[in-house]
């Protein structure tokens, strides 16, 4: 049995409800071009993957994902979410009480989000403090995205751990996925974007309805 000394959250969905935030992005991005808008619930399935996803999933909702409406689009999302990151973000209920008993147990804690890097650190930093996070792992330009375990297994790395040592947490497929690439313990959340048959399918080891749950789990995976 391999004690766990790192949680690895994912960020929307996770620690923050963004969902309207993203619809919200979302949706004045379309109407710019006329385009309808989505419907707040969609979102959920259209998240997950990163922005550039994001927004041609938003595009073939519409009928209407081409190469300039994608660029048309993305350029009017990126700009008025530049302007506003935090908008209708905060904290889901029970998130600051478990960083703040897992760091009182000495349990490293990091951030791996398909967020572009400077947004997850600006949201991540404002929202719970700098510092309360050892790590911010974000996208950069380029970068591979989850379910790619690359940046899962640099957390690890930079905290000296095996992936067996670490938890990662989040509320999609694509957080469970990246989890099993990284050989990493997996937990599924309830709270977030999407359900129970999702996570379980992607193979989640333990599936939780509220953030106090992972205290439970802590030190009995291996």
């Known amino acids: 049995m391999s004690k766990i000394k ?3 959250f994912d960020l929307d969905g996770t620690l923050t409800n963004t969902l309207n935030a993203i619809a919200h992005f979302g949706n004045l991005a379309l109407t710019a071009y006329g385009l309808p808008p989505i419907a707040t619930e969609d979102y959920k399935y259209h998240v997950g993957d ?3 996803k994001l ?3 938003m595009l073939t909702v519409t009928d209407s994902d081409n190469e300039e409406m994608y660029q048309k689009v993305g350029a009017v999302y990126d700009e008025n979410y530049e302007k506003d990151f935090l908008y209708d973000t905060d904290a889901y209920d029970g998130i600051r009480e478990l960083i703040a008993e897992l760091k009182t147990r000495g349990i490293k804690i990091a951030v791996c989000t398909n967020k572009p890097d400077n947004v997850a650190h600006f949201v991540v930093e404002t929202i719970f403090g700098k510092g309360t996070f050892d790590i911010i ?5 380029g970068g591979a995205t989850k379910p ?3 940046a899962a297994l640099q957390i690890a790395d930079a ?5 067996r040592e670490c938890l990662f947490m989040g509320d999609t497929n694509v957080d469970i996925r990246t989890a099993v690439n990284a050989d990493m313990n997996s937990v599924g959340v309830l709270w977030g974007f999407r359900d129970e048959a999702e996570l379980k399918e992607a193979g989640a080891e333990h599936i939780i309805k509220k953030p106090s749950e992972i205290l439970d789990i802590l030190g009995g995976t291996q």
């Open 6 to 8: 790192a949680v690895i």
């Open 50 to 52: 990163g922005r550039d």
């Open 55 to 57: 927004i041609h999933r």
């Open 137 to 141: 792992s974000g996208v950069k330009k």
């Open 148 to 150: 790619d375990p690359k």
């Open 159 to 163: 905290f000296g751990l095996e992936p």
